[in-house]
């Protein structure tokens, strides 16, 4: 059984930096694609960023160049590097994982993925 576990939200000003981390189990890691996703109150989750099982990564264009996501998988552990944030990144965080052909870029299709618990994000101006 997949397992998720997000760590490394926090309070952040506007313009600082937040690393999350996602430690998976119950899958061959290396096999799957992987990927973030947010949702703040009262809107929709929303895909944020993926990376593939050869390390290739999307990203949303609202968070291009200011987060990075990347995976380690002797630690099995996902990672998304927040910089720059601003007040509308502010939302619960998770990470979920999948085989490949279930994704579409950085979201995965309806029904499917193994979540984490979600980890909050909250910047203020």
């Known amino acids: 059984q997949v397992q998720l576990v997000e760590s490394g939200g926090g309070s952040v000003q506007a313009g600082g930096s937040l690393r999350l981390s996602c430690a998976a189990s119950?899958?061959?890691?290396?096999?799957?694609?992987m990927g973030w996703f947010r949702q703040a109150p009262g809107k929709e989750r929303e895909g944020v960023a993926a990376?593939?099982?050869?390390?290739?990564?999307s990203y949303a264009d609202s968070v291009k160049g200011r987060f990075s996501i990347s995976k380690d998988n002797a630690k099995n552990t996902l990672y998304l590097q927040m910089n720059s944030l601003k007040p509308e990144d502010t939302a619960m965080y998770y990470c979920?994982?999948?085989?490949?052909?279930?994704?579409?870029?950085?979201?995965?299709?309806?029904?499917?993925?193994?979540w984490g618990q979600g980890t909050q994000v909250t910047v203020s101006s």
């Open positions: 979920a994982a999948d085989r490949c052909r279930r994704w579409v870029g950085y979201e995965i299709l309806p029904g499917f993925g193994s």
């Open positions: 119950g899958y061959t890691y290396s096999s799957y694609c």
């Open positions: 990376i593939d099982s050869d390390g290739s990564t």
